[in-house]
Antibody
Framework: QVQLQESGPGLVKPSETLSLTCAVSGYSISTGPYWGWIRQPPGKGLEWIGSISQSGTTYYNPSLRSRVTISLDMSKNQFSLKVTSVTAADTAVYYC???????????WGQGVLLTVSS | QSALTQPASVSGSPGQSITISCTGTSSDIGGYNYVSWYQQHPGKAPKLMIYDVSSRPSGVSNRFSGSKSGNTASLTISGLQAEDEAHYYCSSHRNAGTAHVVFGGGTQLTVL
C-alpha cells in the first residue's frame, strides 16, 4: 500500500523560504513515474504546484515557476518542495501525491497546513 | 480565476443522476485525453475518481463515469447516494508552451 506523509514547519514568516518534505512508504520513488505537490488555500480550490519524474525532470506551474523547486532524495525515499519569498497568499494546505504519468494523482498525503505570518 | 470552468454547485435527490461540466481550451481538455476528476470531503485529501477522461481506478464505484466532447469534460454520477455529497474537481494536462496541470474551481454537490 502506497502511503505519503507531508512534514513541515507549520508557520513561516513573510519573505522567508517554505520547505516541505513528503516521505513515501510501501513504494520506491525511483519507480516513479512522477511525484508532485498540490496546495489548497483555506476555503478555496486546488492549485497544482509542480511535479518531478523519477529521473529528476521537473515541471512547474508557470505562475509559481520562479519561486519553486522540487527535488528527490532516493536514499530516504522522499521528495521535497521549496518555495522562496513567501507571502500570505502562500498560506494553504499542501498535499504531496503520486502522479500516474498522465497528470492524474492516485495516492495523496493527508496534507499539512502551512501558514505565512509574522 | 481557475484555468478550467466548473459550475459552483449542483444538487440532486437520492437515486437521481447528475452531471458536472468542466470547460477548458484546445491547449488542455480539447488537446489531450488526460482529464481527471477528484472527490473531496471536508477536511480530507482529494480522491481520484476518474482518470484519462473515462477510466475508473480500482475500488471506485461504477456509478461514476466520465466523458469528453471538444473542450468540455463531464462527470456523471448515477444513483446518487448521501455519501456522494462532496466537492468535485476536474483537472487536465495543459501544454501552452510549457507542460503542466490545471484544475477547475470545484463544484459542491449537494444530495437533497
Amino acid at each position: 500500500q502506497v502511503q505519503l506523509q507531508e512534514s513541515g514547519p507549520g508557520l513561516v514568516k513573510p519573505s522567508e523560504t517554505l520547505s516541505l518534505t513528503c516521505a513515501v512508504s510501501g513504494y520506491s520513488i525511483s519507480t516513479g513515474p512522477y511525484w508532485g505537490w498540490i496546495r489548497q488555500p483555506p476555503g478555496k480550490g486546488l492549485e497544482w504546484i509542480g511535479s518531478i519524474s523519477q529521473s529528476g525532470t521537473t515541471y512547474y506551474n508557470p505562475s509559481l515557476r520562479s519561486r519553486v523547486t522540487i527535488s528527490l532524495d532516493m536514499s530516504k525515499n522522499q521528495f521535497s518542495l521549496k518555495v522562496t519569498s513567501v507571502t500570505a497568499a502562500d498560506t494553504a494546505v499542501y498535499y504531496c501525491a503520486r502522479d500516474r504519468g498522465d497528470s492524474s494523482s492516485d495516492y495523496w498525503g493527508q496534507g499539512v497546513l502551512l501558514t505565512v505570518s509574522s | 480565476q481557475s484555468a478550467l470552468t466548473q459550475p459552483a454547485s449542483v444538487s440532486g435527490s437520492p437515486g437521481q443522476s447528475i452531471t458536472i461540466s468542466c470547460t477548458g481550451t484546445s491547449s488542455d481538455i480539447g488537446g489531450y485525453n488526460y482529464v481527471s476528476w477528484y472527490q473531496q470531503h471536508p477536511g480530507k485529501a482529494p480522491k481520484l475518481m476518474i482518470y484519462d477522461v473515462s477510466s475508473r481506478p480500482s475500488g471506485v464505484s461504477n456509478r461514476f463515469s466520465g466523458s469528453k466532447s471538444g473542450n468540455t469534460a463531464s462527470l456523471t454520477i448515477s444513483g446518487l447516494q448521501a455519501e456522494d455529497e462532496a466537492h468535485y474537481y476536474c483537472s487536465s494536462h495543459r501544454n501552452a508552451g510549457t507542460a503542466h496541470v490545471v484544475f477547475g474551481g470545484g463544484t459542491q454537490l449537494t444530495v437533497l
